[in-house]
């Protein structure tokens, strides 16, 4: 079984100056969805008031893992209003194609004023017979986000875990591992053409146990494994240099067929390899991110 590993003091840094940017708590959640390292250390006082609740903190629980397993699925940013009325973004940190983590926006509170996300949260929360008064302070004493500045920060989370995907500050250990000798050999040749029966020479098995490795471990076939190696390359040089050309992006990736890389980026993405990179570009800007006391 792989192990997972985290650099705690890089990893801390990182969500230390995202905080200051954003001025949202984010932590890195692990498989069984615990904190590994967050920041601030505690949760914000209206969650934990929330949490005080031993029906409302099982719900919590409920709701974290169901995020998790949605963004999982997707291998994306996944926003949503937990069961409590507050807002939270959650994204997978995929290393070498294998979920090892998730990072977390928490606790975001939106609405046209202060008094209409107060009403919202307790109603939400009222069978779990918390005083709505306490209630009321909480949420008057958090930041008020607008939508627009949640959604630029679902878009900044995904810049994140690329981030800690690129440092390396999480990463699975087991050199004896078939997918670590999988995921290695396609890095060591993703610009060129990589053949299923070299593959299994490498890990001495046939074509079927290659395809049930392939499928246990990245939940996918093999093709399709060594299709999305290539498109996260992709993404890591597009996020590096936005102005990067794109024959260059599709050579370096191991796509010979330049409108063949376009449509597997647009495929797995969700949009061209030129609008991923023009939106990546302007979020480096993070004079886009605007803390406001009310929605605009």
């Known amino acids: ?50 949490r005080s609740s ?24 996944y926003m949503y209003r937990c069961h409590a009325g507050l807002y939270e973004i959650i994204d997978p940190l995929i290393v070498n194609n294998i979920v090892i983590g998730y990072l977390f926006f928490a606790h975001m509170i939106s609405g046209p004023d202060y008094e209409t996300a107060s009403k919202e949260i307790i109603e939400c929360t009222k069978k779990y017979n918390l005083d709505p008064k306490i209630l009321n302070k909480l949420v008057r004493n958090s930041p008020l986000l607008n939508q627009e500045y949640i959604k630029s920060s679902e878009r900044l989370l995904d810049i994140v875990t690329t981030h800690l995907c690129m440092e390396q500050m999480g990463f699975l250990k087991n050199s004896n591992s078939f997918p670590f000798l999988i995921n290695k050999y396609i890095h060591e040749h993703i610009d060129q053409e990589i053949a299923i029966k070299d593959l299994c020479s490498l890990l001495g098995v046939c074509k079927t146990k290659l395809c049930q490795i392939s499928q246990e471990f990245f939940e996918c076939g093999i093709h399709q494994h060594i299709r999305n190696i290539r498109i996260e390359k992709a993404k890591s040089l597009l996020i590096k240099n936005p ?27 969700g949009t061209t390899p030129k609008k991923y990179a023009a939106k990546n570009k302007g979020l480096n800007n993070t004079s886009n991110f605007i803390l406001s006391d009310s929605v605009q």
């Not at 969500?15 to 505690?42: C, M, Q, W």
């Open 243 to 269: 102005d990067i050309s794109l024959d260059d992006v599709a050579s370096e990736c191991g796509f010979s067929d330049y409108n063949y890389f376009i449509q597997i980026f647009r495929k797995i993405v």
């Open 54 to 77: 031993a029906e409302a903190d099982k719900q919590c629980h409920q709701c974290d893992k169901r995020a998790c397993e949605e963004s999982r699925k997707s291998g994306q940013a």
């Open 1 to 50: 079984m792989m192990k997972q590993y985290f650099n705690r003091v890089k990893l801390l840094a990182v969500l230390k100056d995202y905080y200051n940017i954003t001025n949202i708590r984010i932590a890195f959640l692990d498989n069984n969805y615990s904190d590994v390292e967050g920041y601030p250390k505690e949760r914000a006082e209206i969650c934990n008031y929330i």
